[in-house]
């Protein structure tokens, strides 16, 4: 089953061909680490200045690793031929570790890149059989306004975005904006919790006409574990960062978004949300989380309930999408947008 690249940027710390610091004293990096990024297990085990790893996302991944000093490097290979190289610096006292990482494609090019931050000790995790599906997000992540018509989480809109339990389909929500409001830097982007931003990584989108999108990833403080992500944000500015705390409402940058006469085009930007569940990294549809005082502006705006947004698992399995690595063949029968009014 092809992987999401939305999860392909935390292996990259299983993917190092850097070494740095003294040989001379071996120190022990054995233990779990949470990866703040997406709220992902990576437990390590050290012999000498030898390691071995296991990273419990929303598949299981295994690999090894080398120690120098206080650095510590994981390799691993992707699909596709892709390589993935990572470095992570850990605290004297192992309780930290800071890192970079790099995407590089069968050519050496680099396909995404960015920082990464993690802490010892499990990540923590919500139950959503037993607990359900908590109503959190305080304020809109953007102006709905501006916002024509939205994908449905598990639609056949722009590409393969699972998780370990499902697979070629995307379970996010593409929001796409007016003709008129489609130049950069017009469509505001918020914060929808108050919480940290734990990973700030490039997109890939726009590289070849010098942009650089971001994607935005919070940790809201009511729910640990709940990691947003939001596509195709230019920062508003350098405040915006790893580790940094952000209130519900504050503002993190402008939807990136440009005209189709450009070699690199979107009309839409978007947003998904992870929970690290008992069994593994899940994906739910943002419109699960909102609290309803925010669902009434979509009602507002022509939206029945929640359900409007998400097909339902039994039906996209009973009108499966076929992919190409991970591009749809076609959208599947089903509708996959609402249109606002």
């Not at 710390?13 to 990866?35: E, I, N, P």
């Not at 071995?52 to 992707?78: H, Y």
């Not at 650089?212 to 350098?238: E, G, T, W």
């Amino acid at each position: 089953m092809k992987k999401t690249w939305s999860f392909i940027f935390v292996f990259l710390l299983l993917a190092v061909s850097l070494t740095a610091g003294d040989q001379k004293k071996v120190r022990d990096f054995s233990g779990t680490y949470c990866l703040e990024s997406l709220n992902a297990n990576l437990t390590i085990i050290q012999t000498g200045s030898d390691a071995t790893f296991t990273l419990k996302a929303e598949v299981v991944i295994t690999g090894t690793g080398t120690v120098s000093g206080d650095t510590l490097t994981l390799t691993a290979a992707l699909f596709e031929s892709s390589t993935f190289n990572s470095l992570l610096v850990f605290s004297h006292n192992r309780k930290s570790f800071a890192g970079t990482y790099q995407i590089l494609d069968s050519t050496g090019l680099v396909t995404d890149e960015g920082q990464l931050r993690g802490a010892k000790g499990e990540c923590p995790t919500h139950d959503i059989s037993l607990l359900g599906i908590p109503k959190f997000v305080e304020r809109d992540f953007t102006q709905l306004s501006k916002v024509e018509r939205i994908s449905k989480f598990r639609s056949g809109v722009g590409h393969d975005y699972s998780d370990g339990f499902e697979s070629c389909r995307s379970m996010k929500h593409y929001y796409s904006v007016y003709g008129s409001d489609r130049l950069n830097n017009t469509v505001e982007v918020y914060s929808p919790v108050s919480g940290e931003i734990v990973s700030i990584t490039n997109d890939g989108h726009g590289a070849s006409i010098g942009l650089n999108n971001k994607q935005v990833q919070i940790r809201p403080d009511k729910q640990p574990a709940f990691i947003i992500r939001i596509f195709h944000c230019d920062l508003a500015s350098s405040a915006v960062a790893a580790g940094q705390k952000v209130k519900a409402g504050e503002l993190l940058g402008y939807a990136r978004l440009f005209y189709d006469d450009l070699p690199e085009y979107a009309d839409s930007f978007d947003i998904a949300v992870f929970v690290n569940t008992p069994e593994g990294v899940r994906l739910v549809s943002y419109f699960e989380i909102l609290e309803d005082a925010v669902f009434d502006a979509y009602v507002a705006r022509g939206a029945a309930s929640r359900q409007d947004f998400i097909i339902s698992k039994e039906a996209r399995d009973a009108d499966p999408l076929q992919c190409v690595g991970e591009q749809f063949v076609d959208g599947g029968h089903l509708e996959n947008w609402v249109s606002l009014f």
